[in-house]
């Protein structure tokens, strides 16, 4: 019997490359560097969280404080509940592989996700079966994306590591990998790997 997954929101933006979704719950982020999925019939797309941001609904309008009088921060919630339908959390994920049928692929799919399409956190078997291979490390690591490659790729890394049968070999065999891929970037290369504890 198939893993279940955990929504964790829904697409509002589509690219090749990665998306974004909103959270349907205010602060409800699935870690940085975690692994998720979402679905286009029976084509399962894999991304890895690489940012999240908490803000206005509307562009432009941002929120002010509303504390001064309060003795915690829950209170503001509670004195002004308007501002969980005024406020949004979404999270961005660089796609690193798909699968279709029984077989993993780390590499771009076809084509991008649909907008609406839910977002799931991938199950700890999910997470297993996609870090039997390290190819996705290059599309990792060579990423424009908003947060620094040196703490993605080591968020990835660790939360994925809690899912293999031995995590440590998992970690050196991910740090052989970008020890080639990062031959010539000695800074970069020795940032990623100091994370990786």
């Given at each position: ?15 090749t ?35 999240a ?35 949004r ?12 049928g029984?077989?993993v ?7 991008p ?35 620094p ?5 080591p968020?990835?890394?660790?939360l ?18 970008l ?16 994370r990786?504890k």
């Amino acid at each position: 019997m198939p893993e279940l997954s955990a929504r964790v929101g829904e697409i509002i933006e589509a690219s090749t490359t990665g998306f974004t979704a909103q959270c349907y719950e205010l602060y409800a982020l699935p870690p940085l560097g975690s692994l998720v999925k979402t679905k286009d019939g029976e084509l399962d797309i894999y991304g890895i969280v690489c940012h999240a941001t908490t803000g206005s609904l509307e562009p432009g309008r941002r929120p002010i404080a509303r504390g001064k009088d309060e003795d915690s921060e829950a209170a503001i919630y509670e004195t002004s509940p308007q501002l969980s339908k005024l406020l949004r959390s979404e999270f961005g994920a660089l796609v690193v592989g798909h699968k279709m049928g029984d077989s993993v692929k780390q590499y771009l799919p076809p084509g991008p996700a649909r907008i609406h399409s839910f977002v799931y956190a991938c199950s700890p078997g999910e997470i297993k079966e996609f870090g039997k291979s390290l190819s996705f490390l290059n599309i990792l690591v060579s990423a424009h994306l908003p947060a620094p490659v040196d703490e993605i790729v080591p968020a990835a890394l660790r939360l994925m590591s809690q899912s293999q049968p031995d995590s440590h070999a998992f970690l050196v065999a991910a740090g052989k990998e970008l020890s080639i891929m990062l031959s010539g970037q000695y800074n970069q290369l020795r940032a990623i790997l100091g994370r990786l504890k």
